[in-house]
């Protein structure tokens, strides 16, 4: 008789790009009045990240808070570049990313791990202006991020996610570390290939399965982590890995391929509240993605 067994549950922060939707004046209000030490910097991307955390409290098995909105954050944590462009020699102004380690610190169990996601060099959009040498120019803007996440796990953080459409060779090669996990939900094969190429744990939507299972010919997969996925998608798994190596992984705001339902009437969203970031929508997020992370074995 098979029996349900329990996967962990990972989060991968906020897939969107762009600033998350505005809160409401009463509740920045109200985060603002909140005791917290004296001194300590915040603005609205602190507010976005204790936001995520507390939303998957309960939850997820590993935090994990961040995502592309955070490339404002990492842009002004890097000095030598101006109005997009590197213009001298790129440097870590890490006062900022510390803080954030230091105000998720109190914000999470000891026990519970946490992650932080940020998007890849590639990702920010800054070109170079400067070094004249495409290699040049990311062996330098890699050696400030490998400061910046560095400083951040000094401070508690256990690891980071880098998260990218598709990732620079340069940028897999210099930042390959085993505290930084390379990240693209839906992947083609080229891109996943030069993934694994680095790390041999993939985190992908169930869509990109059968990819996945072919490319295991080529290279050595240790463990998969399914993107906002549901038991039957978990279930294809176990022809290929053992179910401790099976992680389900929850991904906010993802684009999950389906489309808002239609008025018959109108044509209009029936829902036209969907994609609003509220609080209360991101814990049933969260808590309808726990109570599907499992897989049935014998």
Same mark, same amino acid.
């Given at each position: 008789?098979? $029996?349900?067994?329990?996967?962990?549950?990972?989060?991968?922060? !906020?897939?969107?790009?762009?600033?998350? !939707?505005? +809160?409401?004046?009463?509740?920045?209000?109200?985060?603002?009045?909140? +005791?917290?030490?004296?001194?300590? +910097?915040?603005?609205?991307?602190?507010?976005?990240?204790?936001?995520?955390?507390? !939303?998957?409290?309960?939850?997820?098995?590993?935090?994990?808070?961040?995502?592309?909105?955070?490339?404002?954050?990492?842009?002004?944590?890097?000095?030598?570049?101006?109005?997009?462009?590197?213009?001298?020699?790129?440097?870590?102004?890490?006062?900022?990313? $510390?803080?954030?380690?230091?105000?998720?610190?109190?914000?999470?169990?000891?026990?519970?791990?946490?992650?932080?996601?940020?998007?890849?060099?590639? !990702?920010?959009?800054?070109?170079?202006?400067?070094? $004249?040498?495409?290699?040049?120019?990311?062996?330098?803007?890699?050696?400030?991020?490998?400061?910046?996440?560095?400083?951040?796990?000094?401070?508690?953080? $256990?690891?980071?996610?880098?998260?990218?459409?598709?990732?620079?060779?340069?940028?897999?090669?210099?930042?390959?570390?085993?505290?930084?996990?390379?990240?693209?939900?839906?992947?083609?094969?080229?891109?996943?290939?030069?993934?694994?190429?680095?790390?041999?744990?993939?985190?992908?939507?169930?869509?990109?399965?059968?990819?996945?299972?072919?490319?295991?010919?080529?290279?050595?997969?240790?463990?998969?982590?399914?993107?906002?996925?549901?038991?039957?998608?978990?279930?294809?798994?176990?022809?290929?890995?053992?179910?401790?190596?099976?992680?389900?992984?929850?991904?906010?705001?993802?684009?999950?391929?389906?489309?808002?339902?239609?008025?018959?009437?109108?044509?209009?969203?029936?829902?036209?509240?969907?994609?609003?970031?509220?609080?209360?929508?991101?814990?049933?997020?969260?808590?309808?993605?726990?109570?599907?992370?499992?897989?049935?074995?014998?």
């Amino acid at each position: 008789m098979k $029996k349900r067994q329990n996967l962990i549950l990972q989060s991968f922060g !906020a897939a969107c790009g762009k600033m998350p !939707a505005p +809160p409401k004046a009463t509740e920045i209000a109200e985060w603002i009045r909140e +005791p917290r030490p004296n001194k300590t +910097p915040c603005d609205l991307i602190t507010y976005y990240l204790e936001r995520q955390l507390k !939303a998957q409290a309960g939850y997820a098995d590993i935090l994990g808070c961040g995502g592309g909105f955070c490339a404002s954050r990492i842009l002004e944590s890097v000095g030598g570049h101006k109005s997009g462009c590197a213009t001298g020699e790129l440097y870590a102004i890490a006062e900022m990313m $510390k803080a954030d380690a230091e105000y998720l610190k109190p914000l999470h169990k000891a026990v519970t791990p946490l992650n932080i996601v940020l998007p890849a060099p590639s !990702a920010l959009g800054l070109k170079d202006a400067y070094y $004249k040498d495409i290699h040049e120019f990311y062996s330098a803007i890699c050696e400030v991020y490998a400061k910046l996440m560095r400083e951040q796990r000094d401070r508690g953080v $256990k690891s980071h996610i880098l998260c990218a459409d598709s990732f620079a060779h340069a940028e897999l090669e210099e930042l390959s570390h085993e505290k930084v996990f390379f990240f693209t939900p839906a992947p083609t094969s080229r891109q996943l290939s030069s993934i694994l190429e680095y790390q041999n744990a993939v985190a992908i939507i169930p869509a990109k399965l059968p990819m996945l299972f072919e490319l295991m010919n080529e290279y050595e997969v240790r463990d998969v982590c399914l993107i906002n996925a549901a038991p039957s998608d978990f279930e294809q798994c176990l022809e290929h890995f053992d179910p401790e190596n099976i992680r389900a992984g929850g991904l906010e705001n993802a684009e999950s391929g389906t489309q808002p339902e239609k008025d018959a009437g109108t044509g209009k969203d029936k829902n036209t509240d969907a994609g609003k970031d509220t609080g209360n929508d991101k814990n049933s997020f969260w808590k309808d993605l726990k109570e599907k992370s499992y897989v049935m074995k014998d």
